[in-house]
Nanobody, 126 residues
Framework: QVQLAESGGGLVQPGGSLRLSCAAS????????MGWFRQAPGKEREFVAAINWSGSNTYIADSVKGRFTISRDATKNTSYLQMNSLKPEDTAVYYC???????????????????WGQGTQVTVSS
């Protein structure tokens, strides 16, 4: 069992930056791929970014490519989502997720992930 807790959300002006953190506890964090998803009001949860267990492979959704990056620190059992040049359309609840795997392949479907955090609100507004 893995427990995930997101932090770092908040209100930011367009063009600003935020860094979200996802702290994991429970079973061995190093053998889990991590993903970030977001859900805006009235919309389905969508993929944002993912990183494999070793950090050697990442995948970023086209909608945020060039603005968002994902990373992980195994020593801190934490995954990060760095968000730059934020736009109003990035407003959503952001969730981190984990899936137990030692494979390099990145998965981008909600159903591929076994464990989820509670989410953190990101609001981009002037």
């Amino acid at each position: 069992q893995v427990q995930l807790a997101e932090s770092g959300g908040g209100l930011v002006q367009p063009g600003g930056s935020l860094r979200l953190s996802c702290a994991a506890s429970g079973r061995t964090f190093s053998t889990y791929a991590m993903g970030w998803f977001r859900q805006a009001p009235g919309k389905e949860r969508e993929f944002v970014a993912a990183i494999n267990w070793s950090g050697s492979n990442t995948y970023i959704a086209d909608s945020v490519k060039g603005r968002f990056t994902i990373s992980r620190d195994a020593t801190k059992n934490t995954s990060y989502l760095q968000m730059n040049s934020l736009k109003p359309e990035d407003t959503a609840v952001y969730y981190c997720a984990a899936r137990p795997t030692a494979l390099t392949t990145i998965r981008i479907s909600v159903t591929d992930y076994n464990y989820w955090g509670q989410g953190t609100q990101v609001t981009v507004s002037s």
